[in-house]
C-alpha cells in the first residue's frame, strides 16, 4: 500500500467490496482517496449480521454528505444474491450457532470460499463496469485464521482472474498487514475525526447482528469475536493518540 496515489491510479475505476463494517468503510475511503471513480459491492449469503446490509446506505450516505470531494468520485452501490453460498454453509454466521473452535483449528464463523466467490463475482461486474481495480477489507494480522483472507491466497487469486479475463485487475488489500489499531488510525489519516464518528455510529461488524447501545467503539454485543477485535482495537488507537499528545506537550 502507497502512502499517496500515483498519477496512473488516479484515472482508475475501483470496485470495492462493501459491507457496511469497519474494514469496508475504511477501505471504501482509501479508494475514493486514490481513484477517479469508485463503486460499491455487497453480497447478501443469508449472514446473520444482515443487519450490515441496511447499515451500508446510511454509511454510504453520511461519506457522501460528509466528504463532498469523496461524494463526487462515488458510483453506483450494487448488491448480489449469493444465498446458495449460505445453504451450502454449516456456519456460525449463517445459522443460529455458538461461535467456537472447531477441529482443524478455524473458528466456525470460517465461511469456506466466501472471499474466493465475492472476489471472483466482483471482478465479473468490474469487467461489465469498466473497473480494473477490486479493493477489499482482508487482513492476515488481526484476523481470524481465515486462510482466504492470507495475501498469498489473493496475490494467487489476482494472477488467476487477469488471466481469466485477459487482462489486468487488480486486486487491493490496504488493511493486509495491519492491526486493527493501525486501521481506526488509517481512518483517521484519511478523512479526519470525522470520519473516526461516521465509522463508530454508522458501521456494523457483530457477527451477531446487534446494534444495541452505542458503546466507544461503536454498536455491538461487544462479546463476539468480531467485537472484541474492533474494542481491543479502538483501544489501543486511543492509547497512542494519548502517548501522542503527551510527547507532543513533553
Not at 228 to 243: C, D, V
Amino acid at each position: 500500500m502507497s502512502d499517496s496515489p500515483s498519477a496512473a491510479a488516479a484515472q482508475r475505476k475501483a470496485l470495492v467490496l462493501f459491507s457496511g463494517g469497519q474494514d469496508s468503510t475504511t477501505c471504501l475511503a482509501w479508494a475514493l482517496e486514490r481513484y477517479a471513480s469508485v463503486e460499491t459491492l455487497a453480497f447478501d449469503y443469508g449472514q446473520r449480521h444482515r443487519i450490515e446490509l441496511e447499515c451500508r446506505h446510511r454509511v454510504r450516505d453520511e461519506l457522501i454528505r460528509r466528504f463532498p470531494a469523496w461524494a463526487a468520485k462515488l458510483g453506483d452501490d450494487h448488491l448480489l444474491d449469493l444465498s446458495l453460498l449460505g445453504r451450502l454453509s454449516d456456519t456460525a454466521l449463517t445459522s443460529e450457532r455458538a461461535i467456537e473452535l472447531q477441529a482443524n483449528g478455524l473458528p466456525n464463523t470460517f465461511v469456506p470460499g466466501r472471499n474466493l466467490l465475492f472476489l471472483t463475482f466482483a471482478a465479473t461486474l468490474a469487467y461489465r463496469r469498466s473497473a480494473t481495480v477490486l479493493v477489499g477489507g482482508m487482513c492476515e494480522t488481526d484476523y481470524s485464521g481465515y486462510p482466504d483472507c492470507r495475501d498469498n491466497t489473493l496475490k494467487s487469486l489476482q494472477v488467476a482472474l487477469s488471466l481469466g479475463l485477459d487482462g489486468p485487475m487488480t486486486v487491493e488489500t490496504p488493511l493486509m498487514f495491519i492491526d486493527k489499531a493501525a486501521t481506526w488510525r488509517l481512518s483517521e489519516q484519511l478523512g479526519g475525526q470525522a470520519l473516526v464518528q461516521l465509522i463508530v455510529e454508522h458501521t456494523h461488524t457483530c457477527y451477531l447482528g446487534e446494534r444495541g447501545a452505542l458503546h466507544a467503539w461503536g454498536h455491538g454485543c461487544g462479546h463476539c469475536p468480531a467485537c472484541a477485535l474492533r474494542a481491543k482495537g479502538h483501544s489501543a488507537y486511543l492509547a497512542a493518540q494519548g502517548k501522542g499528545l503527551r510527547g507532543g506537550l513533553a
